[in-house]
Structures are given as structure tokens and as C-alpha cells.
């Protein structure tokens, strides 16, 4: 008998293993850092790798960019204004994509919202992070990985290390991961050394490069006409960039399952790896 229930309990833990939920927090160095573009086109590429994907739109800007029609958000949900299911709105590069309360993501208890997000056994939830207010959001806080999406201009360097900083202070958070955007692939190396090497120097935090995004004009022609590169122009040197992206994302270290969030969602709780100690856990 007790072998038996050691054999279950193996059991569960390896089908935890198996479908544990990925959560990855995007966030920009400055505001015309292209966070929204980076996470969109992310979540399609992981999406046309096979991965069941949800899009937490906590910046308010991803839906617009898509054209897609909202019935309300997670704020609603949890205030029992509206269903669950009616704020998940399915895109064409199928991604359920989510609504987050952008204007007040603070007022979001992640121990409520991360369930609705991990309904159907996602692969991988991409946030949009919030532009406002704290560096992350409570629900951003939970993410395995924290993606840095910054320019090779100086501003965007200095934001971007300036937003490490305090990221790090605040979280005690020990690795980042950086995209490059608008940029080759030489040059995104020298901004990630070049930040790295300070970053290690000052902070005795690891920057790890996640890959770059060149400039490709038809970035700009897939959002006017409301859809991401990687679904609309699929051989563009962009959409290649990120469907890159995507296959290293899916390989990234997962951190062990914490067992705080054992009570999160039942019998989901443990498959979520908690909080911004778990991208702590990473090593470069």
C-alpha cells in the first residue's frame, strides 16, 4: 500500500513536470521599445511552434493592436461582473488572448488571477506587461522569466539598465533575459555584452541574450493591418527572428514548482512555478 501511494505521488509529480505552465513577463526598456510588438509576435511564433499559448494583455495596447473586441477583463471576472470565458478572445495565429485590468493591474490578486490565465493547461503564458506604476505588476511578479525588450539607441540602453536596476533591488531578481529589437545580430551582442558586463560589475546580476529582432519595414505593414508579422508575413526576416525566439523559449530552464503555490487554482496550483525567486533560480 505504501508503495502504491509512493508510485502515485511519483506520478503526479511527473505529470506536473510535463505540464507546467511557463509564464514569461515581457517588459520594455522605454516605451518605443516595441514590448507590445515582442510579445505579440512571441506568442504567435510560440503558438505556430505547436505550444498552447495565453496572452495576458496587462499593457491595454496588445488587443487594439489586433483589432480584437473585449467583453470586459480579469478585474471583471474576479469582481463577478462577467464569465471567465467571455474575456478569452481567440486570435487568428491561435492565441487565447486575455485581458488584465491595465488601468489598476495592482488591484489583481495573482492568486486568483493566475488560475483563470492557466485555464486549459496552457504551455506558456506571455504577459504584456503594464506600462504603469510598479516595475511589475503582483500577476507579473509570478513569471518564471522576465524578457527585456530594449533598442540599440543609448536611451533605450540606459532605460533598460536603469529598469534592471530597480528590478533587481525591489525583487532580488539574479538573471534577465534581453531582446534586441530593430537591430543585427552583431550589434544586439555588443549592447548585451556591453550591459552584461556592467550589469555583473554593479549589480551581480547575469543578462543573458534571448536574441534580436532586425528592422524589417514589414513589422509596420503586419500591424497596420492588424496582425503580427509572424502570422501575416511569415519568411519576413522578423518573423524568423521570432519564431527563433520561440524555439529557445520553449527550451529555457523551467525552475523547480514551489510549494507556496501549491493552494493557487486546486489541482492546478503546483503546476505554476512561482514568482520572480524563480527566475532568481535560473543560471545563464
Request: a negative charge.
Amino acid at each position: 500500500m505504501v508503495k502504491l501511494v509512493l508510485d502515485q505521488a511519483e506520478g503526479l509529480r511527473r505529470l506536473v513536470a510535463r505540464h507546467a505552465t511557463r509564464i514569461v513577463a515581457v517588459v520594455g526598456s522605454a516605451p518605443e521599445a516595441g514590448q507590445t510588438s515582442a510579445a505579440l509576435n512571441l506568442a504567435s511564433a510560440l503558438a505556430h511552434h505547436g505550444q498552447d499559448v495565453v496572452l495576458a494583455d496587462e499593457s491595454g495596447h496588445a488587443a487594439p493592436a489586433l483589432g480584437l473586441p473585449l467583453r470586459g477583463d480579469i478585474h471583471d471576472v474576479l469582481a463577478g461582473r462577467v464569465a471567465a470565458d467571455s474575456i478569452r478572445v481567440h486570435t487568428r495565429d491561435n492565441v487565447v488572448l486575455v485581458p488584465v485590468a491595465h488601468r489598476h493591474p495592482e488591484r489583481i490578486d495573482p492568486l486568483r488571477a493566475l488560475p483563470l490565465l492557466a485555464a486549459g493547461d496552457p504551455d506558456v503564458v506571455v504577459i504584456d506587461c503594464t506600462h504603469a506604476g510598479a516595475l511589475l505588476s503582483p500577476l507579473a511578479a509570478h513569471a518564471n522569466d522576465v524578457l527585456v525588450v530594449l533598442g540599440r539607441e543609448p536611451a533605450s540602453i540606459t532605460g533598460a539598465y536603469s529598469w534592471i536596476k530597480q528590478a533587481h533591488y525591489e525583487y532580488a531578481l539574479a538573471q534577465f533575459r534581453v531582446l534586441v529589437n530593430r537591430a543585427e545580430d552583431v550589434e544586439a551582442r555588443v549592447v548585451c555584452r556591453n550591459l552584461a558586463t556592467t550589469a555583473s560589475r554593479y549589480l551581480a546580476v547575469s543578462l543573458e541574450l534571448a536574441g534580436h529582432v532586425p528592422v524589417d519595414r514589414q513589422v509596420m505593414r503586419a500591424r497596420q493591418l492588424t496582425r503580427t508579422v509572424v502570422d501575416a508575413f511569415p519568411m519576413a526576416p522578423a518573423a524568423v527572428a521570432y519564431r527563433q525566439l520561440a524555439a529557445q523559449v520553449m527550451h529555457w530552464p523551467l525552475a523547480a514548482l514551489d510549494a507556496a503555490m501549491g493552494d493557487i487554482g486546486g489541482d492546478r496550483g503546483g503546476e505554476l512555478a512561482h514568482g520572480v525567486g524563480a527566475v532568481s533560480a535560473h543560471t545563464a
